[in-house]
């Protein structure tokens, strides 16, 4: 666990410290830069999928999928199961006027919502599912880690080169 840095700093102060980055967000990022720097300079991203994180998470298998969204308007974090074809950030947001009133005045009426407040077991639980993923690749077999920063670099420039993306400018001493 790392403090924060500025820009600037972050090569020197975060990312050449950093051998795996898990992101585990539960508010909806519009789009998760982060886990694309990271892929850039071949640090595999764990991350939610979240609005934005599952696209900027360019490998599938480190996208750990989760009923979880946090509201930081109201500041408490809701389960939101999927429903009627419906993503679980889908769920939530559909219900998120009802939620709150609810939360401001909790004799409000209120239409049927499937959004429940987290538990502490629910958070465990997320908790639980990125260890999983990231223990095969902090072991002592330095393979696994090898083979899934390679693969997520790899999937960065792939994914910019095929949207003829501007970013790759911006990266440009990291690339051989």
């Known amino acids: 666990m790392l403090p924060g840095a500025p820009s600037e700093r972050m090569d020197k102060e975060v990312w050449a410290r950093t ?3 898990v992101a585990p967000s539960l508010w909806p990022e519009p789009f998760g830069l982060v886990a694309v720097e990271a892929a850039l300079r071949a ?45 679980s950030l889908g769920t939530y947001e559909a219900q998120r006027g009802d939620l709150a009133r609810s939360f401001l005045d909790p004799s409000a009426p209120r239409g049927p919502v499937d959004a429940v407040e987290a538990t502490d077991a629910d958070v465990r639980a997320l908790a639980a599912k990125f ?26 420039w792939a994914h910019l080169r095929d949207r003829r993306h501007a970013m790759p400018r911006l990266f440009r001493g990291l690339r051989d």
């Open 131 to 156: 260890a999983a993923k990231l223990a095969p690749l902090m072991g002592a077999d330095a393979a696994p880690l090898r083979r899934a920063s390679e693969r997520s670099y790899d999937a960065a």
């Open 43 to 87: 640090i595999p991203a764990l991350t939610t999928d979240l609005a934005g994180l599952q696209e900027a998470n360019v490998v599938a298998d480190h996208v750990v999928p989760t009923d979880l969204v946090h509201d930081v308007e109201i500041g408490k974090t809701y389960r939101a199961p999927p429903t009627e074809g419906r993503s």
């Open 19 to 21: 051998r795996c980055l």
